[in-house]
């Protein structure tokens, strides 16, 4: 993630290179450091990509069953010790107790918060990575959250983290989707990477109106224009440059459609 300022606004710069192949990063991609974040659902198809990206793996409770039944599957590599998460957190109802003995026999740091019940456990990872990350290496600190999206009471509690933590760059990925949130702090460039997303897009706010919202790069793009929920709101619109540009008075979401990706 890339900052640079425009009119005494800062632009911050996003792209889901992520998603790419790490023979295929673009020369001049931003360094971003990224940390890995399994929540308990079934995995995307593209995680061995994420996590070959990922410096930090950190399993969500039951997100250490999803990597212990599904991973060596997916890459056909039936040696498990290839994919250890580095964390276990969160508040321990989920996890199989065999997987837990297992990751822990194997190096894995077991953070047991079973004594909050008052956040969920991708609120917990996610204040655990805040805290961990040192303030020189947040600016390019990126989150990318795996089985955020399925259940709707699950997928609004995450997004909800998205509005809790805005001053991180935090993205919740499917299988068919990723969202992620647009302060309205920065004016925002996304870069598209055509061969793994796109072009079916969405941006909207949540909890708050904006009264003022103006776009570039889409299909039907917005200028200066009011949305809120009951009345219109961007969905279903379409990618139309290899960079999209927003600037709005409200925080957004941003979500695009994801290619079929393995």
Request: net charge neutral.
């Given at each position: 993630?890339?900052?640079?300022?425009?009119?005494?606004?800062?632009?911050?710069?996003?792209?889901?290179?992520?998603?790419l192949?790490k023979?295929?990063?673009?020369a001049?991609?931003?360094?971003?450091?990224?940390?890995?974040?399994?929540?308990?659902?079934?995995?995307?198809?593209?995680?061995?990509?994420?996590?070959?990206?990922?410096?930090?793996?950190?399993?969500?409770?039951g997100?250490a069953?999803?990597?212990?039944?599904?991973?060596?599957?997916?890459?056909?590599?039936?040696?498990?010790?290839?994919?250890?998460?580095?964390?276990?957190?969160?508040?321990?109802?989920?996890?199989r107790?065999?997987?837990?003995?297992?990751?822990?026999?194997?190096?894995s740091?077991?953070?047991?918060?079973?004594?909050?019940?008052?956040?969920?456990?991708?609120?917990?990872?996610?204040?655990?990575?805040r805290?961990?990350?040192?303030?020189?290496?947040k600016?390019?600190?990126?989150?990318?959250?795996?089985?955020?999206?399925?259940?709707?009471?699950?997928e609004?509690?995450n997004?909800?983290?998205?509005?809790?933590?805005?001053?991180?760059?935090?993205?919740?990925?499917?299988d068919?989707?990723?969202?992620?949130?647009?302060?309205?702090?920065?004016h925002?460039?996304?870069?598209?990477?055509?061969s793994?997303?796109?072009?079916?897009?969405?941006?909207?706010?949540?909890?708050?109106?904006?009264?003022?919202?103006?776009?570039?790069g889409?299909?039907?793009?917005?200028?200066?224009?009011?949305?809120?929920?009951?009345?219109?709101i961007?969905?279903?619109?379409?990618?139309?440059?290899?960079?999209?540009?927003?600037?709005?008075?409200?925080?957004?979401?941003?979500?695009?459609?994801l290619?079929?990706?393995?």
């Amino acid at each position: 993630m890339l900052w640079r300022t425009i009119r005494s606004m800062e632009v911050m710069a996003h792209s889901s290179n992520f998603l790419l192949p790490k023979l295929h990063q673009p020369a001049k991609a931003p360094a971003n450091n990224y940390t890995l974040v399994v929540l308990n659902q079934q995995l995307p198809r593209f995680m061995p990509r994420l996590w070959a990206q990922a410096k930090m793996r950190i399993c969500a409770d039951g997100g250490a069953n999803r990597i212990f039944d599904e991973m060596s599957q997916m890459t056909n590599d039936l040696d498990r010790n290839r994919y250890i998460p580095e964390i276990i957190e969160g508040d321990m109802d989920s996890i199989r107790p065999e997987v837990k003995r297992y990751y822990s026999s194997q190096g894995s740091k077991i953070s047991d918060k079973s004594h909050n019940q008052e956040t969920t456990d991708l609120h917990k990872c996610i204040s655990s990575i805040r805290h961990r990350t040192p303030n020189h290496e947040k600016p390019n600190l990126c989150v990318l959250v795996t089985g955020a999206l399925g259940r709707f009471d699950h997928e609004a509690a995450n997004i909800n983290v998205l509005y809790a933590f805005s001053d991180m760059r935090i993205v919740l990925l499917s299988d068919d989707c990723l969202i992620q949130l647009l302060p309205k702090t920065h004016h925002h460039e996304i870069y598209i990477e055509s061969s793994v997303e796109g072009p079916h897009c969405g941006i909207f706010p949540i909890g708050a109106p904006s009264t003022s919202t103006t776009t570039t790069g889409l299909k039907w793009n917005l200028s200066d224009a009011e949305m809120r929920f009951g009345s219109m709101i961007s969905t279903s619109n379409i990618v139309d440059s290899d960079k999209v540009t927003v600037q709005s008075d409200a925080d957004l979401l941003w979500t695009i459609s994801l290619r079929n990706l393995t």
